[in-house]
T-cell receptor, first 115, second 110 residues
Framework: NAGVTQTPKFQVLKTGQSMTLQCAQDMNHEYMSWYRQDPGMGLRLIHYSVGAGITDQGEVPNGYNVSRSTTEDFPLRLLSAAPSQTSVYFC??????????????FGPGTRLTVL | EDQVTQSPEALRLQEGESSSLNCSYTVSGLRGLFWYRQDPGKGPEFLFTLYSAGEEKEKERLKATLTKKESFLHITAPKPEDSATYLCAVIQGGSEKLVFGKGTKLTVNP
């Protein structure tokens, strides 16, 4: 098992550009989520999904879109990048659809810089 | 007001010097409290889940405990390889969203 994979590892964007951060897991996990991690702020939940076709907002969803067409993939889209979206982004997944009772596995992260 | 507060922000220990990290929370109806370890440049790695006051879990030199208002991560006789940032997170009743604290950066000197 590759676990949770994220691409790209690093990305530099200009303000206003759009891009998609990719996340995939090969563990057949129902629950997937996206976090951003900023210095002094800790990890903050952006969006999450409890299964294919079902997504919901987290703590900081503005400026980000998600969709979940398959169990394996959970891409995060930035429609019009802003400098405030400079951060490290982590994708995570857990089995059973309920992170309360199941270990969450995190990907290695994508470091995004918006100029 | 932060729902999850970790202290101290940073802790330096000598190898073999035991200590504890604190995670206090204010959420109601706690569904679960989680501890993670994060190494520089990597994603968090799951350590423990605690569900009810009085519960304890151990893994090698780490022991996590839970009360109604806080959790402690006790590190016994730490080694340099225990150096990392330790993150605490909670899920409150009626939610499936993890809320993380800001972490404690632990450095263990040889």
């Amino acid at each position: 098992n590759a676990g949770v994979t994220q691409t790209p590892k690093f990305q530099v964007l200009k303000t206003g550009q759009s891009m998609t951060l990719q996340c995939a897991q090969d563990m057949n996990h129902e629950y997937m989520s996206w976090y951003r991690q900023d210095p002094g702020m800790g990890l903050r939940l952006i969006h999450y999904s409890v299964g294919a076709g079902i997504t919901d907002q987290g703590e900081v969803p503005n400026g980000y879109n998600v969709s979940r067409s398959t169990t394996e993939d959970f891409p995060l889209r930035l429609l019009s990048a802003a400098p405030s979206q400079t951060s490290v982004y982590f994708c995570a997944s857990s089995s059973g659809g309920i992170p309360s009772y199941n270990e969450q596995f995190f990907g290695p992260g994508t470091r995004l810089t918006v100029l | 007001e932060d729902q999850v507060t970790q202290s101290p922000e940073a802790l330096r220990l000598q190898e073999g010097e035991s200590s504890s990290l604190n995670c206090s929370y204010t959420v109601s109806g706690l569904r679960g409290l989680f501890w993670y370890r994060q190494d520089p440049g990597k994603g968090p790695e799951f350590l423990f889940t605690l569900y009810s006051a009085g519960e304890e879990k151990e893994k090698e030199r780490l022991k996590a405990t839970l009360t109604k208002k806080e959790s402690f991560l006790h590190i016994t006789a730490p080694k340099p390889e225990d150096s990392a940032t330790y993150l605490c997170a909670v899920i409150q009743g009626g939610s499936e969203k993890l809320v993380f604290g800001k972490g404690t950066k632990l450095t263990v000197n040889p």
